[in-house]
């Protein structure tokens, strides 16, 4: 809580201690350290020089003091030049932190005390988001611990990745950048995604709306990152968003298939939308990458940007292909969060991943469990029956099996060296606990670029259902519909509904978080072998 600051590198070494650190003295309205050793007077009030955006890495070294709950080291890492940007609009400043795993981000808070992110009052708007597309923290200038220093809007920030290593920014905006608004005291509700009327489309594919209400081109500030581009809206409420597709159709965000990562950030704090180079509709003109976005607000406002960011930039990896079912053997990595002291497997081998071509799943212990989490994004054990229903996650729990399946897009999968990677954690009914690392190749597959079509509003083929084999039955994952409509292909080759089947067949229909799952045992009624290309198939027919 001293916040006492000792950097060391190559640029020189500096100490750095806040006014109202333990041992700072007043004496003669000066602040001194120890016997005037270090002075400033009191009309200073804050440091007057804007400090300039660094990122500090700290190394593992012997600790001294704690501070707000995090250890003061008494030898720091060498001080980097931030490879990082600040953006300031009109209304906030964003920032891109690592594009790696982060367990904790933090800001320095009006008394001089680390606090994080996550547990900062809800009024102070401020908002970390995480994903594939890169990590970003946005701050309005209201923010609770956004001060003014020579003109300028500052805050600092501290975060630490998954794998230890820790970073310091300052971020800063001059206030001419923009005049803080006041805060809305009410909030909207998203309206239903309406197609707007009648359109005629111009050459550029920019929409050129026929009835009252004109589009404008609106002034964009796009952010190019390593690995996305970063555009901030309109800070008013929208009704919706939509981008140009690879067919020249425009289609809202919100449908837009999930594998696409488009991330639209609606709230206080602005409206920001985030695309990856990789998405399905950006496209390379004149060694650029360009997206382009129409916009609805709620009071009728519509308008269109050019989101545009120069190739060099950033190269986007390689998109993977989608590939048949693969068996992968889980890789004995040690994982932060699990002590492996405790593991406990039921049986002589691994569990084995199956890694598809959108989604991993494991069968976990075959004895009854009473508890199942997964190591979330904060770094902390959390329940999979607790999860939010948008994470996707499908927890199967039988007599005979249990089941947990991820889709590579869900909340907590993380990409570490090129492997999409969730840890489990889970307890059986007698208190033993297991722990397994789920881990596929990057390779493995996303669903398939979504195919062209001829009509005006846009569709997006989906990828063909996955099959899952294991030890003693088949699982595979159909569209969402009404359980009394899944039917199965009898020995008489007549078409009998799930549901109606004999007890006996041991069929197993599933419905929930917006999907539909049929497991069937290999020995049920009415389960075949077919040999194709002289050998013995999984599959459902």
């Known amino acids: 809580y001293c916040n006492y600051t000792l950097l060391e590198g190559r640029g020189g070494n500096f100490f750095i201690t806040p006014y109202t650190a333990c041992d700072v003295r007043v004496s003669d309205n000066c602040w001194q350290k120890g016997y005037m050793v270090i002075q400033c007077p009191t009309s200073a009030g804050q440091p007057t020089k804007a400090p300039t955006t660094t990122t500090t890495t700290w190394e593992p070294t012997k600790t001294t003091r704690t501070t707000a709950g995090e250890p003061t080291m008494t030898t720091i890492g060498k001080t980097t030049k931030a490879p990082t940007t600040v953006v300031c609009t009109a209304s906030s400043m964003v920032v891109e932190l690592p594009n790696e795993p982060l367990r904790l981000v933090k800001v320095l808070d009006q008394s001089n005390q680390w606090v994080?992110?996550?547990?900062?009052?809800?009024?102070?708007?401020?908002?970390?988001?995480?994903?594939?597309?890169?990590?970003?923290?946005?701050?309005?200038?209201?923010?609770?611990?956004?001060?003014?220093?020579?003109?300028?809007?500052?805050?600092?920030?501290?975060?630490?990745?998954?794998?230890?290593?820790?970073?310091?920014?300052?971020?800063?905006?001059?206030?001419?950048?923009?005049?803080?608004?006041?805060?809305?005291?009410?909030?909207?509700?998203?309206?239903?995604?309406?197609?707007?009327?009648?359109?005629?489309?111009?050459?550029?594919?920019?929409?050129?709306?026929?009835?009252?209400?004109?589009?404008?081109?609106?002034?964009?500030?796009?952010?190019?990152?390593?690995?996305?581009?970063?555009?901030?809206?309109?800070?008013?409420?929208?009704?919706?968003?939509?981008?140009?597709?690879?067919?020249?159709?425009?289609?809202?965000?919100?449908?837009?298939?999930?594998?696409?990562?488009?991330?639209?950030?609606?709230?206080?704090?602005?409206?920001?939308?985030?695309?990856?180079?990789?998405?399905?509709?950006?496209?390379?003109?004149?060694?650029?990458?360009?997206?382009?976005?129409?916009?609805?607000?709620?009071?009728?406002?519509?308008?269109?940007?050019?989101?545009?960011?120069?190739?060099?930039?950033?190269?986007?990896?390689?998109?993977?292909?989608?590939?048949?079912?693969?068996?992968?053997?889980?890789?004995?990595?040690?994982?932060?969060?699990?002590?492996?002291?405790?593991?406990?497997?039921?049986?002589?081998?691994?569990?084995?991943?199956?890694?598809?071509?959108?989604?991993?799943?494991?069968?976990?212990?075959?004895?009854?469990?009473?508890?199942?989490?997964?190591?979330?994004?904060?770094?902390?054990?959390?329940?999979?029956?607790?999860?939010?229903?948008?994470?996707?996650?499908?927890?199967?729990?039988?007599?005979?099996?249990?089941?947990?399946?991820a889709p590579y897009t869900a909340c907590d999968v993380k990409i570490l060296n090129e492997n999409y990677f969730l840890a489990l954690r889970y307890t059986t009914i007698d208190g033993k606990v297991g722990y397994v690392q789920m881990e596929c190749p990057t390779s493995a597959g996303e669903p398939t670029k979504a195919t062209t079509n001829t009509t005006r509003q846009s569709t997006r083929t989906p990828p063909a259902p996955d099959v899952v084999c294991n030890s003693s039955g088949m699982m595979v994952e159909l569209p969402k519909d009404l359980l009394d409509q899944v039917e199965l292909l009898d020995y008489s080759n007549k078409w009998v509904v799930v549901n109606k089947a004999p007890v006996y067949c041991n069929y197993t229909l599933l419905q929930g978080s917006g999907r539909t799952l049929f497991i069937t045992p290999y020995k049920a009624c009415d389960v075949r072998i077919l040999v194709i290309m002289g050998r013995e198939r999984c599959g459902i027919f």
Request: with cysteine; proline share 7%.
């Open 116 to 405: 994080a992110v996550i547990d900062a009052p809800k009024y102070c708007n401020y908002t970390l988001l995480q994903g594939r597309g890169g990590n970003f923290f946005i701050t309005p200038y209201t923010a609770c611990d956004v001060r003014i220093l020579n003109n300028n809007y500052v805050l600092k920030i501290w975060y630490l990745a998954t794998g230890g290593k820790k970073g310091y920014m300052v971020m800063t905006c001059p206030t001419g950048a923009g005049e803080p608004t006041k805060a809305p005291t009410t909030t909207w509700e998203p309206t239903k995604s309406t197609r707007p009327t009648k359109t005629t489309r111009t050459t550029a594919g920019e929409p050129t709306m026929t009835t009252i209400g004109k589009t404008t081109k609106a002034p964009t500030t796009v952010v190019c990152t390593a690995s996305s581009m970063v555009v901030e809206l309109p800070n008013e409420p929208l009704r919706l968003v939509k981008v140009l597709d690879q067919s020249n159709q425009w289609v809202a965000v919100l449908d837009a298939p999930k594998y696409c990562n488009y991330t639209l950030l609606q709230g206080r704090g602005g409206n920001f939308f985030i695309t990856p180079y990789t998405a399905c509709d950006v496209r390379i003109l004149n060694n650029n990458y360009v997206l382009k976005i129409w916009y609805l607000t709620t009071a009728g406002k519509k308008g269109y940007m050019v989101m545009k960011c120069p190739t060099s930039a950033g190269e986007p990896t390689k998109a993977p292909t989608t590939t048949t079912t693969t068996w992968e053997r889980t890789k004995p990595t040690r994982t932060p969060g699990i002590d492996t002291k405790t593991t406990m497997r039921t049986t002589g081998e691994e569990p084995t991943v199956v890694c598809t071509a959108s989604s991993m799943v494991v069968e976990l212990s075959k004895e009854p469990l009473v508890l199942v989490e997964l190591l979330a994004e904060s770094s902390k054990w959390v329940a999979v029956i607790d999860a939010p229903e948008d994470c996707n996650y499908t927890l199967i729990q039988s007599r005979e099996r249990n089941l947990f399946k």
